[in-house]
């Protein structure tokens, strides 16, 4: 199910971005976060398959313009049927039946809005002092919540006054502000959840969804408030979390509690490894950017370092790595490179932040280290994506050295994200006897699809669902790239779609067969030796030899699409350009060919569009 954070006219970026972040961090996997304009909303087929629409902060008088009538009315029979709906600051304002904003000065709005989720008026500033684009009338504002003050970021939102016949049964107030606020008679209410038909709603005055670590410093109106703010991080996440829990959402398990664990080198090159980075018994510490190291069993209450056991001719012990068995994947791996020395954390940050954010580390790295983590708690994506892998994703991150213009003239390294995604859907297939059926396929550029267990509806779009992708972040040391590829897979993990275990439990049930449940350590190891041989193919002859089993595994051949950056023209997808990796669209009627960067638009599924990616 998809959660929708509207990014149209009124809504800020930066509202949009806290907003969107936030939401990712916390209900990822069992819902995929998305921007929307009032296009979509009024137009698009977004109703059946969304489980909360999310109106951030902003201006609402736009709100007004762009959903008024139809758009309006569209929302709320949605909710009325059973929808979620949530409301930041202007989205709390828009929620309300009227609005009193500024009453009497040259910012005033004041008027009926047509969702009236909530029963009374949403009246503001609460606090006075609001600019329009600005931090100046910002502040960490007191919140009380369960009996519990905290502090949340707050601009220019509202306090919730009841109407005279406003249904009280079905609404109530969730948190109040700490102290009175600056609107006469308005009382205290900061958030108020209510009961609308079948569906829920939830207004906020306050800002619980801004993050203050993403908050940028260096405006006098906003430094001393973010410093403020980060010393309730751990209660606005409850409260965030709290929220999503009224609306009837599932969120991830709270990770501001959970331990990042030691992590283990293993492999072939550990001791040279060691030697390069000059760690020794004297010396323990390695300090990078992102991460400073200690090689060695984890001293008794440090927190300042980033453990790592290297282990030399050794592996560990099943019970300190119980979900990863490190012998299954060096007897699985046939590989000569890469992974042949191998970095795992049952609890880490991110397999990609590791290696691509401490440069100094990556530049000792050889070719083929890979680094693995069962839980991260800040997997990264395209786009700056942040958010929580649990249990039961495969996510990878390994190390590729490529001279400078290894290839010949002809040949773009943008090829190594189709290979990296190739790659694992031909280790999917190639699994073993009887796999080959299994229904993955490509979406272009670097995502990876499986076919929806639950739909008849071959061609629909919920014919196939997300279960991975591939993010390449690129350096240049010495001489060479450095590249870092990343790539996850839904292996046991059902949520937010499928996982290769529910295809291969489809699969037995439809067809009477007996296939074992993919392991994660033997799908890692059958990813890296598909990869690493076709790495080396394409070092030789560029990727014309992997096209015709790229298009027989991507979605796309012959789709007829729409280019939202060309007027919404009409096109169909052609294929890939074979020199720098565009993908090639021509145009209905002119027969034109117009090639698209990967790196700059991806398909939206749902809409048959090709955008600019967010």
Known sequence: MNVLVYNGPGSTPESVKHATESL?????????????????????????????????????????????????????????????????????????QRVEFEEGTDLEV????????????????????????????????????????????????????????????????????????????SGRSAVVKMNVGEGRAVLSGIHPEFNPSMMKKGDQHIDAVIEELENFEKERLAFLRHLMTLLGLKTNPDTTDMTLTSLYVTGNGVAKLLKDLDVSEENRVFSAPNDTFFFGEKPSGDSNHTHVIPMVGDVPASELTPHFDHKLYYQSLRAPELGSTLLYGEVLTSTSTLLDKNYNLLRHLPNGFTAVGTVQLSGRGRGNNVWVNPIGVLAVSTVLRINFNPFGQNTSIIFVQYLASLAMVQAIKNYGPGYSEVPVKLKWPNDIYAANPGSEMVGSTDAYLKIGGVIVNSNVFDGQYMLVVGCGVNVTNSAPTTSLNMLINSMNEKNGTTLEHYRTEVLLAKFLETFEAMMDAFKNHGFSIFEPLYYSSWLHQDAQVRLEHYGNVKATVKGISMDQGMLLVQEEGSGRVIELQPDGNSFDMMRGLLKRKE
């Open 24 to 96: 990712r961090k916390l209900l990822s996997p069992y819902y995929s976060v998305h921007n929307v304009d009032a296009e979509v909303i009024k137009n698009e087929p977004w109703t059946e398959s969304t489980a909360l629409l999310v109106m951030p902060g902003g201006a609402d008088l736009p709100y007004c313009s762009d959903l008024g009538g139809p758009g309006n009315k569209l929302i709320r029979n949605w909710i009325r049927a059973g929808g979620k709906y949530l409301g930041f600051c202007a989205g709390g304002y828009y929620g309300a």
């Open 110 to 185: 004041i008027g009926d809005r047509e969702l009236s989720l909530y029963g009374g008026k949403c009246v503001g500033s609460a606090y006075k002092g609001f600019v329009y684009d600005s931090h100046a009338g910002a502040r960490a504002v007191g919140v009380n919540w369960k009996g519990s003050p905290f502090k949340c970021y707050f601009n220019g939102g509202g306090v919730f006054v009841p109407g005279k016949d406003m249904d009280t049964e079905n609404t109530e107030v969730v948190a109040e502000y700490s102290q009175d606020t600056e609107v006469p008679n």
